[in-house]
């Protein structure tokens, strides 16, 4: 299959034929620019339409099986018990109120102070 073209240029004769890019006798080692640009933006349409496509068969699973289950997606998606709400702070710095902790996650570092100097987590509590 590959007799004609040598070993150097495969890549490149494969991307030819699989895009359609007619070198019409370019005999240049490099590929004529404007035949890589068409190419570029050619690939670019062809996985953007491919990523479209996804996302469409993707929204359509989902709405089945919304539907399967005596739901709307819609009405899922816009579920206010669903999205997260910011936790209520549970400890603040004794001298700075403005610096709080909710309890979760790694301790602030005067948090990590105050435990190190003797003093509780109870003692920050609000």
Same mark, same amino acid.
């Given at each position: ?38 190419? *570029? &933006? ?6 953007? &339409? ?27 998606? *816009? *579920? ?22 909710? &309890? ?11 435990? *190190? ?10």
């Amino acid at each position: 299959m590959f007799t004609s073209v040598s070993s150097n240029y495969r890549a490149e004769w494969i991307l030819s034929q699989h895009i359609g890019i007619a070198r019409h006798g370019y005999r240049s080692r490099r590929p004529d620019p404007q035949g890589v640009e068409n190419a *570029d &933006g050619r690939v670019d349409r062809a996985i953007n &339409g491919f990523e479209i496509r996804q996302k469409q068969k993707a929204l359509e699973a989902m709405k089945t099986t919304a539907q399967e289950h005596g739901c709307n997606l819609k009405d899922l998606l *816009d *579920d206010e018990s669903l999205k997260k709400t910011a936790v209520a702070a549970k400890y603040a710095h004794p001298e700075n109120a403005d610096q709080t902790w909710t &309890g979760r996650g790694r301790k602030p570092r005067w948090v990590q102070e105050a435990l *190190d100097a003797g003093k509780t987590l109870d003692d920050l509590a609000m």
